[in-house]
């Protein structure tokens, strides 16, 4: 009992929504795939990595594949990526910083 003393309620559900619209954005982002551009040898390596769900592979050729992501699926498959690579703190604040990179 003595460990709700310390709970804020409105921050864990501040925590809570956040993370939900994060991992909703996040979901979506595996549909982004087919969007992202297949030109060059390494996209095409990155398209065909990401359909088998290579997720580690794809992380590491990413900055070669996409030099500088511009688009908002480009953004949201990168998240997703870090997210699948265990990286789902850093996956959410790059998506919240690239929508609202004010904050």
């Known amino acids: ?3 709700f003393r310390n ?3 409105p921050a864990a559900l501040i925590l809570a929504m956040s993370l939900t619209l994060g991992w909703t954005c ?3 982002a595996r549909t982004a795939f087919e969007t992202l ?3 060059t040898g390494a996209q095409k390596e990155l398209q065909s990595l990401l359909k088998n769900g290579n997720y580690k592979q794809a992380l590491t ?3 070669t594949a996409i030099p500088q992501a511009s688009s908002a699926d480009e953004h949201a498959a990168l998240a997703y990526l870090l997210v699948k690579n265990g990286w789902p703190t850093l996956g959410l604040n ?3 910083d690239t929508v609202s990179p004010s904050r």
């Open 26 to 28: 996040i979901s979506e």
């Open 37 to 39: 551009p297949a030109s």
């Open 61 to 63: 050729i990413w900055g």
């Open 94 to 96: 790059y998506l919240f």
């Open 1 to 3: 009992m003595n460990n």
């Open 7 to 9: 709970f804020n309620f």
